[in-house]
Structures are given as structure tokens and as C-alpha cells.
């Protein structure tokens, strides 16, 4: 807070010595008391208290002091008394010379000194004031006796006394200059800015205080509330905040808030922050934008918007596009390009892309949905040549992660068509449904399953197979089917002519089964049997054989058939007497008088 002092009086005492050509000093007996009201620039009382004054006395418009001493005071309304030459002071004993020019200034509480300097009269250096009667008087005054003058200067306080204006006492005129205007009203004298010309003299520096704006000019007509130019090479406006809005424009009416023009070919607006947005564009209008930009310079090539990282062009808008370019961290989720609708329907529309004609073309809704419109040939088309072109993923347990209609009524209508590097079709899908699929590798078709059924083949036509598999080549040895293990061995193989081949390491090759009382299997054209099948001999002279064989287990039903002609022959008994091998055995005692040749079937259950 800024600090005035009006003194309300001075009063001076001092020795005179017998050469007044010499330095005069104020001794202990002759120092003067200095009184005055000290207020801020408004004139309002400093508060009530305690304070500390620091006087400090020059030659007239001198530079150093001559004494300083520092007083402590005790302040009514402002109204301060000290007496000077008896204080705490750091430069001596009070000196002055008689017939010279003094001045005093003062500092409040640790603050810069008060200007102006106040003079001190030429009553000090009175020839006769160590003589006179009334100099004794002040000499022997009591302190009650100070005490009342002090309050009779009190008492004068409130009318405002000015003792001096920078220095100047008696009829003092101000007067205005240029657009410098002064008015007075009573005791108020008024500084205003009117007219042209000068008055305000630049450069300006100061720091102030306050809640409101510094600066409001208000321009009631159609000009600019403010113009600045610089003619030079410098700014002609530098704003700085280090909190808040450095700058906040309003306009009423239909100009713009904020007009810019360079016409010197640089920069028409830098904005630069370190610590927040640089520019925000906010507008309430339903049909005007936040942010216009505009290059009016009629070349195709005009650059409207170019953003710039410090690695180069990040975003470059012109007449003729929009580009993109920027290294974004794939780890963390970091898009190029990122679109959200916070529209609380959640469907309002991410991208609307229209045709010449104002038809939809392309739309992608806040809730993903995206559809794709075209009259032409073909309405989209994906190429990629390091990895997957189209990844569709789905978490909806009814609807298809992709879903392709045609809504053409013609039955050859093609929902996809998939095409290889040469223009052939490797895999079509019609609009009934009928898919082909074309291959010159291996494998025409791969489906691996981790989680259920691969492939699930199912038709309501009592004349068609729910799958067929047709291998047109001439070859008999090539497959219809061909299934494999984990291993890769093959365990089961169906050729083209229908010959099937079943290898497995189960104990079970083939299973099939039925409801009861109907044929699980039925076998046209004959059945042949390799491995549980074998012939044996009980020879002449002995009652059984035990035969081998790995297909034989305990429970196995083994069935026989003679191929020799004996006479007399006796029962013929079979059990199995451990895996891997049974016993064929005689139920009599009498061996045989000749070999017992036979045929056996092992069956297991």
C-alpha cells in the first residue's frame, strides 16, 4: 500500500554558536519536532498503532543523506510526532549550515522513502533564537507542555493541511497537458486522459494490485475500443498471466471479437503456454463456429491449419485434404486419430460421410454400428500387406461378429467373393447360401476348433446331403477324406472310389451303435477281416492247441470251423486263457488218430 504524509507543522530549535560561519549543530537542548498525518493514495488514515518512522535529512536535492535516525510512533487517524535530532541515528549529531538549503524525507515501517522530500524552512538558522525569550521558553518547555501543543496540532489534522507540492509553497497551479486533462471539484482535484495528442508518456512499467480489471476502455461506436501498432520490430501487444485469463474479449455486436492482420507477411498470432491450453474457442451459437479459419488466398494448395510437434508436420489441413502423421504408442492405447460422440443417447453418429447428392455414404453411430452405402462396383474395398486386413470380434452370444446381406432378389446374388493375386475366385458364397471354394495349395480348407464343434453341416432336404465332398480328379488314389491324429497320422482315409481306411491306436477302432432291435451296421458285398482271424491244428496224438494272437482277450467269442474230415470226431471246447491267446481242446480222453485242422474268428465285445 502506498503511503502519503501531510505535515500538519514544524518546529525548530537550535544552538546557536558564537561562528556562524561554522557548522551549527542541533544539540540534545535545541532538536524540533516534526508532526504530520500519514494516509494511502486515496487519503485514507494508515491504521492505528505503533510504527516505525525513519527521517533522513539531505542538502536540497542531494542524493545522500546527511543524518538518518529511525523513531518509533504511535499513530491516531494517521497523526504521527517525532523529534527529530533525538532519535536513534546512525550517521552522528544533526549539522547544519546556516544559510543552506535542507529537505527531509520518510520511510514507514521498512518501506521505500515518501516523495517528494519535504523542505525544512529557514527558521533553524534564526540568528536570535538562541537569545530571544521565546527560545529560552522552547529551551525549558515541560513535556506536559509539548504534550499540549501537540494536541492543538491535532486538532487542525482534519482539514487536510498541504504544507508544500513537490516542494513548491504558496499559489501552486497544476495544469494539464495534451490529452491530459485536470477538473477540480472543492478539495478534489481531477486527472483525466481527453482529447489526442499526448500525455502518457511510454514506456510505462509499474505493478499493481487488484480484483478487477486494470485496464477497461469501452468504445460506444463502430471503431476499435483499442488500437496498438508497432512500427518497430518488437510486439505491439505482450500479455502475461501468471494466473487467470491473459486475455478476455467480448463483443456484442456481429464484428469479430478479435480482428488480427498482418500485413507484412509474418505470423498474424503465435499462442505459446507451458502449463495449459493455449487457445480456447467457445461460442453459444447454434450456426457460427467456435474457431474459424480461412486462407483467402484462392490457391488450391492455401494452407488452412498446419500443427507442428518438435519433430516436424503433425497435422497439415488445405484446400485439398487433411493429413495425419504422428508415432503413437501402441502399448498404451494411444490413437492417431480418436472420435467420441458424449451425446447421452449414446447413438449419435461418430462419422457421417454424404455423397454429392447429400446421400449416405458412410456412417459410423457413438455405439460402433457402421454402414456402408455405394452404387458403385464394389462398395468397399480392404487391402493389406502385413497382416490381417479385416479382424472382426464379437461378444454378443446371438449375433454374428460380421454379418454380409445382399438384398438383391437374384439367386446368384454373391454375398462374398474372395479373390486370389490373378483375378481367380477362391471362395464365393452366395446369396442362397451355396459356398465354392477354389484352391491350387494342399489344403483348400484349414478349420481348426479349440472349443467346440468345427464343423457343423445341417440341411432340411430330404434329397441332399447335409455335406458332400467330391474330388473330380481322374485318380483313384485321391482322397474325398482325409482325417488325421495330433500326430499327423492319418486315421481315417476315404478315396475317391469309396475305399475307407480306419488306423487307430484305441482299443476301439470303430464304434457304431443303434437303438434296440435295429441293425447298428449293415455291410453290403461281403465283409473282410485281417487280424482276428487264423487257422490252427490239434495234430494227431494230442487233445488241444493254445493259439496266439494279440486281437484275443478274455472275453473274446471265438468261432471255428472244421476244414478236415475226421470220423468219430468227439465235442471241441474253446476258452480263453489269458490276453493274447486262447486254447482249443477235445472233450474226450482219446487223441486223435489224425491232425484236426481249423479255422477261427476272434469277436470282441
Do not use: W
Request: charged share 5%; with cysteine.
Amino acid at each position: 500500500m502506498r503511503t502519503c504524509v501531510r505535515l500538519a507543522g514544524i518546529a525548530l530549535a537550535l544552538l546557536i554558536l558564537t561562528n556562524l560561519s561554522k557548522a551549527q549543530s542541533v544539540n540534545g537542548s535545541g532538536n524540533f519536532t516534526v508532526q504530520g498525518r500519514l494516509t494511502n493514495m486515496n487519503g485514507v488514515a494508515i491504521a492505528n498503532g505503533m510504527h516505525t518512522i525513519t527521517a533522513s535529512v539531505y542538502a536540497n536535492g542531494g542524493a545522500n543523506a546527511i543524518y538518518t535516525e529511525t523513531d518509533t510512533a504511535t499513530t491516531t487517524d494517521g497523526v504521527f510526532s517525532i523529534l527529530l535530532g533525538a532519535g536513534q541515528s546512525t550517521s552522528g549529531r544533526l549539522s547544519l549550515v546556516p544559510n543552506a538549503n535542507y529537505e527531509v524525507g520518510f520511510s514507514v515501517d521498512g518501506g521505500e522513502q515518501l516523495t517528494p522530500r519535504l523542505r525544512i524552512g529557514s527558521v533553524p538558522f534564526a540568528n536570535t533564537a538562541r537569545v530571544a525569550d521565546t527560545a529560552n521558553f522552547a529551551l525549558g518547555i515541560t513535556a506536559g507542555a509539548a504534550a499540549s501543543i501537540d494536541s492543538s496540532l491535532l486538532a487542525n489534522v482534519g482539514n487536510n493541511i498541504v504544507t508544500s507540492v513537490n516542494g513548491l509553497r504558496g499559489n501552486v497551479v497544476l495544469t494539464g497537458g495534451g490529452n491530459l486533462g485536470l477538473t477540480t471539484s472543492g478539495d478534489t482535484i481531477g486527472l483525466s486522459f481527453t482529447g489526442s495528442g499526448g500525455g502518457l508518456t511510454l514506456p510505462f512499467s509499474q505493478t499493481l494490485s487488484s480484483t478487477s480489471g486494470l485496464l477497461n476502455l469501452t468504445n460506444t461506436g463502430t471503431g476499435s475500443a483499442e488500437v496498438l501498432s508497432n512500427s518497430g520490430s518488437g510486439s505491439a501487444l505482450q500479455l502475461n498471466a501468471a494466473q487467470g485469463t491473459g486475455l478476455n474479449v467480448v463483443a456484442n455486436g456481429g464484428s469479430p471479437a478479435i480482428d488480427i492482420t498482418n500485413s507484412g507477411g509474418g505470423t498474424a498470432l503465435t499462442a505459446f503456454s507451458t502449463a495449459g491450453t493455449a487457445i480456447s474457442a467457445t461460442t453459444n451459437s447454434s450456426t457460427n463456429a467456435a474457431l474459424q479459419l480461412k486462407n483467402a488466398t484462392g490457391s488450391a494448395l492455401g494452407q488452412i491449419l498446419q500443427a507442428m510437434s518438435a519433430s516436424g508436420t503433425v497435422l497439415d489441413l488445405t484446400t485439398q485434404g487433411l493429413s495425419l502423421a504422428a508415432v503413437t504408442d501402441t502399448t498404451g492405447g494411444n490413437a492417431l486419430l480418436k472420435l467420441q460422440n458424449l451425446s447421452a443417447s449414446g447413438s449419435g453418429n461418430l462419422i457421417s460421410a454424404v455423397s454429392a447428392g447429400g446421400s449416405p455414404i458412410f456412417t459410423l453411430s457413438g455405439t460402433g454400428a457402421a454402414t456402408l452405402n455405394a452404387t458403385g462396383n464394389t462398395a468397399l474395398s480392404i487391402t493389406n500387406s502385413g497382416g490381417t486386413a479385416i479382424s472382426a470380434t464379437g461378444n454378443n452370444a446371438t449375433a454374428a461378429a460380421l454379418q454380409v446381406k445382399n438384398n438383391s432378389t437374384a439367386t446368384a446374388a454373391g454375398l462374398i467373393s474372395a479373390m486370389n493375386g490373378s483375378g481367380s475366385t477362391v471362395f464365393s458364397v452366395a446369396g442362397t447360401g451355396a459356398t465354392t471354394i477354389n484352391s491350387t495349395a494342399n489344403n483348400a480348407l484349414n478349420v481348426s476348433s479349440t472349443g467346440g464343434t468345427a464343423i457343423s453341416a445341417t440341411s432340411s432336404t430330404a434329397g441332399s446331403a447335409a455335406l458332400q465332398l467330391q474330388n473330380t480328379a481322374s485318380g483313384s488314389a485321391n482322397a474325398l477324406l482325409a482325417a488325421k491324429d495330433s500326430a499327423g497320422n492319418t486315421v481315417l482315409n476315404v478315396a475317391s472310389n469309396g475305399a475307407t481306411t480306419i488306423s487307430s491306436s484305441a482299443t476301439t477302432a470303430l464304434t457304431d451303435s443303434t437303438t434296440s432291435g435295429n441293425t447298428a451296421a449293415r455291410i453290403v458285398g461281403g465283409l473282410s477281416v485281417v487280424g482276428p482271424v487264423g487257422t490252427g491244428t490239434i495234430t494227431a496224438g494230442n487233445l488241444s492247441i493254445t493259439i496266439n494272437n494279440t486281437y484275443a482277450k478274455a472275453n473274446s467269442i471265438i468261432l471255428l470251423t472244421i476244414n478236415s474230415g475226421v470220423s468219430g470226431l468227439v465235442p471241441i471246447r474253446v476258452s480263453s486263457t489269458s490276453a493274447g491267446s486262447f486254447t482249443v481242446s477235445l472233450l474226450g480222453t482219446v487223441p486223435l488218430g489224425s491232425d484236426l485242422g481249423f479255422n477261427y474268428l476272434i469277436i470282441n465285445q
